[in-house]
Nanobody, 129 residues
Framework: EVQLVESGGGLVQPGGSLRLSCAAS????????MSWVRQAPGKGLEWVSG????????FYADSVKGRFTISRDNAKNTLYLQMNSLKPEDTAVYSC??????????????????????WGQGTQVTVSS
């Protein structure tokens, strides 16, 4: 059974940092690309960042570029999202998603939810003073 369990969310002041983790199990983690997505209150699902199976190809949404860093440790079956310089508009539930394939050279692949088949329950990130 595929399981994706996020952790690391919380309340942080504007300008602060958080590191999210996504523990994966039930599949060969190193074989598949992964993405982070988020959903703010009253808004739709927004793609945040994606990473290929081997970690070579990495892409970010314009809204987080330069502030967030995605990474993965295939030996630990874990995906990460380092979030710096957080803003109130980053407040959302953050979830990781498993791709159906190993990844792509193109950012559009990671932003298309049709290329993903499992999502975690998410972890809440609140940025507020």
């Amino acid at each position: 059974e595929v399981q994706l369990v996020e952790s690391g969310g919380g309340l942080v002041q504007p300008g602060g940092s958080l590191r999210l983790s996504c523990a994966a199990s039930g599949f060969s983690f190193s074989t598949y690309a992964m993405s982070w997505v988020r959903q703010a209150p009253g808004k739709g699902l927004e793609w945040v960042s994606g990473i290929s199976s081997g970690g070579v190809n990495i892409f970010y949404a314009d809204s987080v570029k330069g502030r967030f860093t995605i990474s993965r440790d295939n030996a630990k079956n874990t995906l990460y999202l380092q979030m710096n310089s957080l803003k109130p508009e980053d407040t959302a539930v953050y979830s990781c998603a498993k791709s159906k394939f190993g990844g792509s050279y193109y950012a559009d692949y990671y932003a298309d939810r049709n290329n993903f088949d499992y999502w975690g329950q998410g972890t809440q990130v609140t940025v507020s003073s």
